[in-house]
């Protein structure tokens, strides 16, 4: 018999099973506290909660330890690529070379989007933010394919998870091509995965663009560092939609949804912005740091502290190396990126960084990265969902082979007002 958890409510002990994970984390297992005590938890935010058990990816927030299906972030970072990453993410194993070219083929012949789908680009003001079309574009998806409603066994997951991890990297381009006015790009199929996207992005009817290997390597670096992060927002908004037997591409849709706001994928943009109004305003750091201190208009150092890091953040370490290289080989200067050295270097000797285990997040030097690819600031979180899927599929596939699975329903503590009454409305 394992440890216990013992409590006791209105005079009365009860007791709840401690479980503990293969990593060693312990948790006090409260599935029947309300019906055997009528008392639930309260957990704003979810800080103390876990929602699921999970085999996909375990972090240690306090060491700064990330890892995929149990290998660690840096041995994939130096080794795997984006692709061989994300079917392990969703398969739980290495693909042998048979995996690898099955998917590999799927992906090629997944790429192109139905010429029907094209139609639906044309009705956005070409205004449009990219995350509102990515969404939208990956529900229409399951209208052109129903295939995938019924995907249920491994090869249709398979089938499924190529569909949409080939598509949504045509849709991202596709959103991109609109906004700006200019045709789509049909994709190519002599290129691989991050070459083909960065060709449907730059290539022009009058020219051909060429990604350069440094460029290529970045892209499928950020991808691969962007694949899963346990139970964040947009993943928890995929489980939640998955747990009432939505389909892949209706929960993974709510993902991007969820993904959009600043505090979580769209914080790779606000840095950016941070950033440029350092550098155009000609703030100092000291200043800017200061500012932040002393929660001036709540202005916050973007890209630093995570609810789960409080150490540094292992794929903020991988990308400041990537980002050095790439603008070294590109002999790009930015200056943004001198600002943002500094930036990091004041923050992590400051006690009110320090104290408060503030580090640099992934954030911090991705929006670097793509702003040297040449991708746009408004599809810097585009980027995020992209290398963001093969996490929200496998987190969705879990939910689905689960056969204890239950739809998700957490509860509340009501505090509105009690036995109120309709008036008519002259006596309001
Ligand atoms: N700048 C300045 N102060 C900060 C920052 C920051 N970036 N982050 C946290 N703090 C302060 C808080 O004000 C708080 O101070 P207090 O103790 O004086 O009240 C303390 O540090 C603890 O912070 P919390 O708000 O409790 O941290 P929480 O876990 O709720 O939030 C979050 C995490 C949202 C990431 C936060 O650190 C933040 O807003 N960072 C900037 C946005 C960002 O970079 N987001 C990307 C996250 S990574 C991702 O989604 C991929």
């Given at each position: 018999m394992?440890?216990t ?8 002990p009860f ?5 503990e994970?293969t990593?060693n984390?312990?948790?006090?297992d ?12 309260l957990?704003?935010?979810?800080g ?13 927030g ?13 041995e ?10 994300a079917?392990?993410v969703?398969f ?10 099955r ?13 029907n ?5 044309d ?45 949504v ?24 995965y991050?070459?083909n ?7 022009k009817?009058?020219k ?9 390597k ?16 947009s993943t ?7 747990s009432s ?16 706001g ?5 914080a ?12 155009d305003?000609?703030i100092?750091v ?12 709540g ?13 540094f ?10 980002a050095?290289?790439m ?10 990126l001198?600002?943002?050295g ?5 923050a992590?000797?400051?006690?009110y960084f320090?104290?408060?285990k503030?580090?640099?997040?992934v ?7 793509l ?11 585009v ?7 093969p996490g929200?599929i496998a ?5 689905h082979d689960d056969?204890k699975?239950?739809i ?21």
């Amino acid at each position: 018999m394992g440890d216990t958890c013992r409590i006791e409510l209105d005079g009365t002990p009860f007791e709840f099973p401690v479980i503990e994970g293969t990593e060693n984390e312990r948790a006090i297992d409260i599935s029947k506290l309300r019906s055997e005590t009528g008392y639930i938890t309260l957990d704003g935010g979810y800080g103390n909660t876990g929602s699921c058990t999970s085999a996909i990816t375990f972090i240690d927030g306090d060491q700064g330890i990330l890892r995929y299906r149990g290998i660690p972030i840096e041995e994939l970072a130096e080794k795997s690529s984006f692709i061989e990453t994300a079917w392990l993410v969703i398969f739980g194993k290495l693909p042998t070379q048979a995996d690898r070219d099955r998917f590999a083929t799927m992906l090629t012949e997944h790429s192109m989007l139905d010429e029907n789908m094209k139609k639906h680009f044309d009705g956005y003001p070409t205004n449009a933010h990219p995350m509102a079309i990515l969404s939208a574009m990956i529900n229409t998806l399951s209208a052109h394919d129903p295939e995938v409603w019924e995907a249920d066994d491994d090869e249709s997951i398979e089938r499924a998870a190529a569909v949409l991890m080939s598509k949504v990297r045509t849709i991202a381009a596709a959103a991109y091509k609109s906004s700006v006015g200019e045709p789509i790009v049909y994709p190519r199929y002599d290129l691989r995965y991050a070459e083909n996207f960065l060709h449907m992005m730059f290539s022009k009817p009058y020219k051909d663009y060429e990604p350069t290997p440094a460029v290529a390597k970045a892209l499928n670096l950020f991808l691969l560092l962007h694949a899963d992060h346990e139970q964040n927002c947009s993943t928890s908004t995929v489980r939640m939609v998955a747990s009432s037997e939505a389909n892949m591409f209706a929960s993974c849709s709510a993902g991007v949804c969820a993904l959009w706001g600043p505090l979580h994928g769209g914080a790779n943009v606000a840095v950016i912005e941070m950033l440029q109004q350092i550098h155009d305003g000609g703030i100092s750091v000291d200043e800017y740091v200061k500012k932040v201190k002393n929660k001036e208009d709540g202005v916050k150092l973007m890209g630093f502290g995570h609810r789960v890091y409080r150490n540094f953040d292992p794929r903020s370490k991988i990308l400041k190396a990537a980002a050095d290289d790439m603008l070294k080989e590109l002999d790009i200067h930015d200056p943004l990126l001198e600002i943002a050295g500094e930036l990091a270097e004041a923050a992590l000797s400051d006690d009110y960084f320090v104290s408060r285990k503030l580090y640099p997040n992934v954030d911090f030097y991705s929006g670097i990265i793509l702003r040297a690819m040449g991708i746009p600031v408004n599809m810097f979180t585009v980027m995020f969902a992209i290398g963001r899927m093969p996490g929200w599929i496998a987190n969705w596939k879990e939910i689905h082979d689960d056969p204890k699975g239950r739809i998700y329903r957490p509860r509340q503590i009501y505090v509105g007002p009690t036995d109120q009454h309709w008036v008519p409305r002259e006596e309001r």
